[in-house]
């Protein structure tokens, strides 16, 4: 079976670039603080950075069209200036140390978007974890489909207990990319440039067959993050533009040590505060202790002990409730930002416990997909920072 890969040119900063004010976090994170993005706008000032080629989701709904221009705009303006190198066959160890002390590897790769499905009847090389949104997706995709360039915070999973794809080219005699602390408080971040493709392409076929022995059918990738970004993309793959039909990930194996299954928060903002928590209560329950923050106020409650059984059971009351009675509903990762969220803008905070992360691939073959925002790869803080580039067209 064909591996569901290419290995072609990929973009990185020339020397020169501050590469500090150039990496940036994943534009789906911190959606509900743009005190976060004001912040880190002032930090890159006029440098070149990767801000100016993003389009951060906090902002969707503030003057779509008009930051949407000036994003292709500046995308122009950065390969006229030649502000990028090209790594030919674009095969990068990536070493990402979090402000937390965890150290993760990846690399980046680039995928056929043909063999990557979100419908969990499909039995695709590359699936989706969570449930797609259907309707996320037409925004982003006016933001992509005339874009030069992509800049990706995709991250796929491998099943890779033996550890025989990524862990061999750590400490290898591989040439130094980039190296540079992450603004924000995201790090330190290393890339190094593979030159042992055969041996990556090995592995990987030998983990195919491994795969679909495992589970009777085969799976090389399921999304860790960024699946709506993937989704877009191939709803942007166009057959007379060939390079449309691929995207840019960085692919982790499950087995790492340093990669961390966080819970994803759930934030309230229900026109009626008492209403909502005295329903919840009595709707949700369990043996799992946790918390709800209602505004500045902390409270237990408790969830089902199944992790994922918790979520789908609270994501559905928060659907059914807010269809019912208005309100909003956001994403948070990190208990801190949460409660700080909740006290500052009077929401009503849950926090959900973590799944067991060597479940995930054993649970979509079963099950298709996990219920809706189960699990982040780390808090907000810790999430993939954009540093490579692709051209699209």
């Not at 503030?62 to 930051?67: A, G, N, S, V, Y």
């Not at 993760?104 to 969990?120: A, E, K, N």
């Not at 709803?235 to 960085?250: D, F, W």
């Not at 099950?367 to 790869?377: A, E, I, W």
Request: glycine residues 8%.
């Amino acid at each position: 079976m064909k591996l569901p890969i290419k290995f072609d040119e990929v973009l990185l900063p020339r020397e020169g670039v501050d590469m500090e004010k150039w990496c940036v976090v994943a534009c789906d994170q911190f959606t509900s603080q743009p005190e976060y993005w004001e912040k880190l706008k002032g930090f890159t000032g006029s440098a070149p950075s990767a801000l100016n080629l993003i389009y951060p989701e906090c902002y969707l709904n503030d003057h779509p069209q008009e930051r949407i221009a000036g994003i292709i705009e500046n995308m122009n303006d950065y390969l006229k200036r030649d502000i990028f190198r090209v790594v030919d066959d674009g095969l990068i160890l990536v070493e990402r140390t979090t402000s937390h002390g965890n150290t993760r590897y990846g690399l980046m790769m680039i995928v056929d978007l043909t063999q990557y499905s979100f419908d969990p009847k499909d039995k695709a090389l590359i699936r989706a974890t969570e449930g797609t949104v259907i309707e996320r997706i037409p925004p982003r995709v006016k933001i992509r489909e005339n874009c030069p360039l992509e800049l990706p915070h995709i991250l796929l999973l491998i099943d890779d207990e033996k550890r025989s794809v990524i862990e061999p080219q750590i400490g290898a005699d591989n040439e130094l990319l980039y190296d540079t602390d992450l603004n924000m408080n995201g790090g330190h971040i290393k890339g190094y440039h593979v030159r042992d493709r055969k041996g990556v392409e090995n592995a990987l076929t030998e983990l195919l067959k491994a795969s679909t022995e495992k589970y009777g059918e085969p799976l090389l990738f399921a999304v860790g993050d960024g699946n709506h970004s993937l989704a877009t993309a191939k709803a942007c793959y166009k057959p007379e533009n060939p390079l449309s039909k691929y995207a840019l990930v960085e692919v982790e194996n499950i087995y790492d040590d340093g990669i961390l299954f966080e819970p994803i928060h759930r934030v309230v903002f229900p026109k009626d505060v008492k209403d909502f928590v005295e329903k919840f209560n009595k709707a949700i329950g369990g043996k799992a202790k946790s918390k709800m923050f209602v505004g500045k106020e902390e409270r237990e409650i408790c969830l089902p002990e199944n992790s994922i059984e918790g979520v789908d059971k609270v994501q559905k009351f928060i659907d059914a409730y807010i269809k019912e009675n208005g309100g909003e509903l956001d994403y948070i990762h990190g208990e801190n930002d949460l409660k700080n969220i909740c006290a500052v803008k009077g929401g009503v905070g849950i926090v959900l416990k973590p799944m067991e992360k060597n479940t995930l691939f054993s649970y979509i073959v079963k099950n298709g997909v996990l219920p809706r925002k189960t699990f982040s790869m780390g808090e907000a803080d810790e999430k993939r920072y954009y540093v490579e580039a692709r051209r699209i067209k």
